[in-house]
């Protein structure tokens, strides 16, 4: 069992930054991959970025490629997402998720566990 929370979400204007916490509780948080998804209001759940369990490998949206950066600390329990350059279309409920597959993993039906979400709002 994983539990996972979110938090670092908050407002910023369009061009700032904010980085993303995904706190873990669990042992095998460290052999799964992870994954930030991302809803705005009245639009389905996507994929923003992925982590394989050893940090080798990551995976974006893309949307985001060269703007957000995974990373994970295993021996914090922790992952994060370090998001520049936002712009409005960035606001959204972003959750952070882990997976009991391998690699890193873009759908929404791969993950298992998953956090409760942090609000980021980017005014223009």
């Known amino acids: 069992q994983v539990q996972l929370v979110e938090s670092g979400g908050g407002l910023v204007q369009a061009g700032g930054s904010l980085r993303l916490s995904c706190a873990a509780s669990g042992r095998t948080f460290s052999s799964c991959p992870v994954g930030w998804f991302r809803q705005a209001p009245g639009k389905e759940r996507e994929f923003v970025a992925a982590?394989?369990?050893?940090?080798?490998?990551?995976n974006y949206a893309e949307s985001v490629k060269g703007r957000f950066t995974m990373s994970r600390d295993n021996a914090k329990n922790t992952a994060y997402l370090q998001m520049n350059s936002l712009k409005p279309e960035d606001t959204a409920v972003y959750f952070c998720?882990?997976?009991?597959?391998?690699?890193?993993?873009?759908?929404?039906?791969?993950?298992?566990?998953w956090g409760q979400g942090t609000q980021v709002t980017v005014s223009s």
């Open positions: 998720a882990a997976a009991l597959t391998t690699g890193t993993p873009s759908f929404l039906s791969e993950y298992k566990y």
């Open positions: 982590i394989s369990w050893s940090g080798g490998n990551t």
